[in-house]
């Protein structure tokens, strides 16, 4: 979708020392592995796609799992899974959260690693159980994923980036499973890709500048999807319209979120707006439309 104008076009940079770590394990890591399962956003899959770990990953097979997709937008979703399976890649939209989305999981790996289980098959060695890398970004549900994956809490799991810390491996079945912890990439050169992070959680809140971030989130969101947002905060045409800040000043007001004088508690109001986006009190939003291919 149209790049936010104006005020969004601040930088965010978010790469602790542990994230580095995790580029060199899942690097030394990759060779004992079948394959991998990319875990993707499924409100932002490019903005959540790291280039880092396509670059570590460029020679398994990988399956990219666009998750929390019961929180976006679903006619987006599947053009998402169209726009992947064209450039033939294995892609499978779910919800972590639900036993279902794993099953469907299980199938597309099954697809994607026919030749390797041929392979085994001629060797004798039909059963082998087979090793997986899960990775992605922070925030973005792994945890989840795996404890539904396996049938049981074997990871902590959180709305936050930066639960997992260290690798482990998970049995699942006739999977073992390599979980790593959440990383992002050293410099975001798209402001764009920075913001969408930054809206989903992936990027800590208290290094960013909350009342910029839910405003300019209001301003993404209401251009594609205004109804939803009116919606939610029971909003006139005209009130929609306004400028991104006196629009928050305004969803605070009707919010009874007032400092002394009566003037609108913004920076309360943006905790609210963006907790409510991330919870999907706004339904189900997509941030990013597939890119045109080239004919």
Known sequence: MSQIQNSNQY?????????????????????????????????????????????????????????????????????????????EAGCVAISAKQKGGTAAVKTAIDAELTELFAKRERRGM?????????????????????????GSARAKAADRPGVTRGKQWVTAGKYDLLDMPGVLWKKFD?????????????????????????????DEVRAHYPAKVAERYALTPETLALPPYELMEAIAK?????????????????????????ASKWGRISLEVPPEREA
Request: some cysteine; hydrophobic content about 50%.
């Open 190 to 218: 798209s402001p764009k890709i920075a913001s969408n992070l930054a809206f989903i959680g992936s990027i800590k809140d208290d290094i960013l500048d909350g009342e910029e971030l839910a405003m300019n989130l209001l």
């Open 254 to 278: 009707k919010r009874g979120m007032l400092i002394r004088g009566g003037e609108a508690d913004t920076a309360r109001a943006a905790v609210m707006l963006l907790d409510e986006f991330r």
């Open 11 to 87: 930088q965010i940079q978010w790469f602790p020392g542990h994230m580095a770590k995790t580029l060199r394990m899942m690097e030394e890591e990759i060779r004992n592995v079948d394959a991998c399962l990319v875990l993707l956003d499924a409100r932002i899959p490019l903005s959540s796609l790291n280039p880092e770990i396509e670059k570590i990953a460029a020679h398994k097979p990988r399956l990219y799992i666009l998750n929390k997709a019961d929180l976006a937008d679903p006619a987006v979703t599947a053009a998402w899974v169209r726009y992947f399976h064209a450039a």
């Open 126 to 150: 039909a059963g082998a159980k087979t090793a997986l890398m899960l990775c992605g970004i922070p925030n973005v549900g792994k945890s989840t994923f795996i404890n539904t994956f396996a």
